[in-house]
């Protein structure tokens, strides 16, 4: 792979946002020693320095095509391992337990390929609840309507507007009257109306002023009958 190290040294020292960073042990290539570095994750390339603030990193660890795992070297240690021929594993320690583990996950994470699982996931999710949101929609304004032309009664717990114009309905009309000349007009779009709507315009006032003059009706029938002629 060909890396532009002054592109990837100004990336590093610029101001995109920062995935993760702090201070690990890392053990040299060579010995078993480990020094003190500054590292810094972004996206899948892990950075690390001498000391925090520098301007040019002392290395950088691309994450792809690795795994991270534990390791019974040190407390608190653990390794990228590359598996492709050739390549180098890196040990990492850290200070507790706490920090090694969110070091690993952000790690485990950082990869391209993961980050293409989580998309493809998502868009997977995304496809399903508009598929889910279209049925809904559809049923809703759904009306069974048998071969005779007579609206069929929709299934329990499925509402239908009897206010919205059933197209598949044929309307037979006598020449020259009213309902003829309004179906010879041009077919407008009409606004659909929910049942809900309607109910909270129209249905709720109805059922008060029904429960209304039922008590008073009640009312009177309480009351007793005045004779017709009062001596």
């Excluded at 009309?173 to 129209?202: C, M, Q, W």
Aim: aromatic share 8%.
């Amino acid at each position: 792979m060909k890396i532009n190290e002054k592109n990837l040294c100004a990336f590093a020292s610029s101001a995109t946002p920062v995935d993760r960073e702090g201070w690990l042990d890392l053990r040299g290539e060579v010995g078993k020693g480990y020094q003190k570095r500054w590292f810094m994750l972004k996206g899948n390339l892990l950075f690390y320095f001498d000391k925090k603030g520098d301007k040019e990193p002392l290395g950088v660890i691309i994450l792809e095509g690795c795994t991270i795992e534990l390791t019974e070297e040190e407390s608190y240690s653990f390794k990228i391992v590359f598996h492709c021929e050739g390549g180098r594993t890196y040990f990492l320690c850290t200070n507790s337990q706490g920090s090694m583990e969110a070091w690993m996950k952000a790690l485990a994470c950082a990869s391209y390929d993961y980050m293409k699982l989580m998309v493809a996931e998502l868009q997977r999710q995304l496809d399903e609840a508009q598929v889910e949101a279209a049925e809904e929609a559809a049923a809703a304004l759904v009306t069974i309507t048998p071969p005779d032309g007579e609206p069929k009664v929709p299934p329990r717990g499925q509402r239908v507007n009897p206010f919205n114009k059933l197209a598949d309905v044929e309307v037979k009309t006598v020449v020259g009257s009213r309902h003829h000349k309004e179906n010879l007009r041009p077919d407008l779009p009409r606004k659909k109306h929910a049942f809900r709507d309607i109910h909270t315009s129209y249905g709720r006032k109805i059922l008060a002023d029904r429960s209304e003059w039922r008590l008073r009706l009640t009312k009177q029938k309480s009351l007793p009958e005045q004779p017709l002629i009062q001596l």
